[in-house]
């Protein structure tokens, strides 16, 4: 039987004794429950107790991180926001400690509870938090303060604001590239904070400092800190202080700051403007396009079709064009691929007439490139014919008719029935469907359905699966007659394959086709007649998963069946 006080002092000696256990995972849920034992001592002794006790008794990293993600939320256990501040005191330690996952979490969970405090609180608990941080001896101490100020700022004096700001530059400067590049990722949210002369005048001096740092690492994180100034400064002052800025990290000479200005090119010319774009901005997004480094070309061109918006049609067809034209046939694959992703966005920035012009001829060249990812994204982009409407494909299938479609790309569009990449293959049959829509079951009958035909006597199997493929996609899309006279004749041939994965193919066709022979009285006889012994004979096929597919279309004949039982079943 425990005494009173023995009982009283019961959740912290539970906690302690759980901390002590070998078993990680039994200490983590026992951090895990320190809401629950915050409830069972009320928030005076969680303040008394728990907290200190938070403060010095752990020292796992793992079991560290889960008390910063749990502190975070803890606000109601110490009594309210007007108690709030004494958790700022174990998440302070938090944010001091060498591990990075810890330290980040900590940070994280200050900025939470620090926007529950009251002014009153942040000048007398959160600033002189944040002054420590910021003097620490250890390089720990000043990276986690950099991430604290634009959260208190907002509610400290203009005297307190003054020292923030005169502390911030400090850490601009700051002898430890690390902690200079913790100050270069959050500079983004604390200019927000500032005014414009105070950002003039006090931190963009310092900030241009860190575009020119000797560490690539630091410099690359200044990118983002510049889109949100821009916005900030109007048209001639963005000009004045950042254009000259952004050109030499656009020309860094590391390709992951130069990446990394290409990653946000379009949020940077939306925040410098369209007249900046035009003038001074296609210089350097063209030289991007041409960089040394495939990275960053790949990922410049993936800015392409937003920038051209930006920019008139004569700086796209007399200098961005030439340049899509030579990364076409560019050396690296994934430059290529990245090109055949994005380029058909230009198509509807140029219109018809331009299109034709200078887009048909590359996107035929990436048709035919040797990389499978290349031919891939061209081909993807007539799976969505319909949802393009006013992309590139509709432009040459839709507007352009039939008779140009024949001429330019229809071997194209059969050759990839016969591409050794499956998925291009398959991309192909749904394609073949979707142009059928478009032009017609007439249109098919005369030039896509016979070719489809000859596929299926070809020695390679592969081959003779597409040509079941195929008809089996296209088959919702055509007339009754067209499969009775030229799709069912062709499907039911395949039935004595040597190949087992042609034959259970032919099963799936007509699991798929015999539901529309059945929709007339006509059809619906063929089916009894020929469809009905095909299936039959391959349901007793030696193979198992040839059976297999074969019964499940006899199933299928029996469900769908408008008129009665199906008798041949």
């Not at 960053?296 to 051209?308: D, Y």
């Not at 140009?404 to 591409?419: A, H, I, M, P």
């Not at 499969?483 to 190949?499: G, R």
Request: glycine residues 4%; aromatic residues 8%; proline residues 4%.
């Amino acid at each position: 039987m425990r005494t009173s006080d023995e009982q009283e002092l019961y959740p912290i000696a539970v906690l302690v004794d759980e901390l002590k256990n070998e078993d990680t995972q039994l200490r983590l849920n026992a951090i895990r429950n320190l809401g629950t034992i915050a409830m069972a001592l009320g928030p005076q002794r969680t303040r008394d107790e728990l907290i200190p006790f938070l403060n010095d008794s752990i020292s796992d990293d793992e079991i560290l991180l889960a008390v910063a993600d749990e502190l975070a939320d803890f606000t109601e256990y110490v009594g309210g926001p007007e108690y709030a501040h004494y958790i700022l005191g174990p998440l302070e330690h938090l944010a001091s400690i060498e591990e990075v996952l810890v330290r980040d979490k900590a940070v994280e969970s200050l900025c939470k509870i620090g926007c529950v405090l009251s002014t009153s609180q942040t000048e007398h608990y959160f600033v002189p938090l944040i002054k420590r941080l910021t003097s620490g001896e250890w390089f720990t101490c000043r990276i986690s303060a950099a991430g604290l100020y634009a959260t208190a700022y907002p509610k400290c004096t203009s005297e307190q604001q003054e020292e923030l700001r005169s502390l911030f530059t400090q850490l601009m400067q700051d002898e430890t590239p690390m902690v200079r590049r913790s100050v270069a990722k959050t500079v983004a949210d604390f200019v927000k904070q500032v005014s414009k002369d105070q950002l003039l005048n006090q931190i963009l001096p310092m900030f241009i400092k860190l575009t020119n740092d000797d560490q690539d690492t630091v410099r690359l994180l200044t990118v983002e800190g510049l889109v949100k100034i821009a916005h900030m400064l109007s048209q001639e002052e963005r000009k004045q202080y950042l254009l000259p800025i952004l050109k030499s990290l656009g020309q860094d000479r590391s390709w992951k700051v130069r990446y990394m200005v290409a990653s946000h090119f379009s949020e940077i010319c939306e925040a410098f403007g369209d007249t900046v774009s035009r003038e001074d901005m296609a210089a350097l997004f063209l030289a991007l396009i041409k960089d040394t480094e495939g990275e960053v070309k790949v990922m410049t061109i993936g800015q392409t079709p937003a920038f051209a918006k930006m920019i008139d049609e004569v700086i796209i067809v007399d200098k961005l064009l030439p340049c899509i034209k030579d990364l076409v046939l560019d050396t690296n694959q994934h430059v290529r691929a990245a090109v055949a992703t994005h380029i058909s966005g230009l198509a509807p920035i140029l219109g018809k007439d331009l299109t034709i012009e200078y887009l048909l001829p590359l996107f035929l060249q990436l048709l035919k490139d040797d990389f499978p990812d290349v031919r891939l994204n061209i081909i993807s982009k007539l799976q969505n014919v319909n949802q393009a409407i006013i992309e590139y494909i509709p432009l040459l299938a839709s507007e352009l008719g039939v008779a140009f479609f024949d001429e330019k790309l229809l071997s194209l569009c059969l050759s990839w029935l016969g591409d050794a990449v499956f998925s291009i293959r398959d991309a192909a049959t749904t394609n073949l469907k979707q142009l059928v829509d478009i032009f017609g079951c007439e249109w098919a009958k005369n030039t896509i359905i016979p070719q489809v035909m000859k596929m299926s006597t070809n020695e390679n199997y592969l081959y003779r699966m597409t040509t079941l493929f195929a008809f089996t996609t296209m088959g919702p899309s055509l007339t009754t007659d067209i499969i009775k006279e030229s799709v069912l004749p062709t499907v039911l041939a395949l039935v004595d394959d040597p190949i087992p994965n042609v034959r259970f193919n032919v099963a799936k066709s007509l699991e798929v086709l015999t539901p529309m022979l059945r929709q007339n009285e006509a059809t619906n006889e063929l089916v009894q007649s020929k469809v009905a012994p095909v299936l039959q004979k391959l349901n007793s096929d030696a193979d198992g998963d040839v059976r297999w597919f074969a019964e499940r279309a006899l199933l299928t004949g029996k469900m769908t069946e408008k008129w009665g039982p199906f008798l041949f079943f």
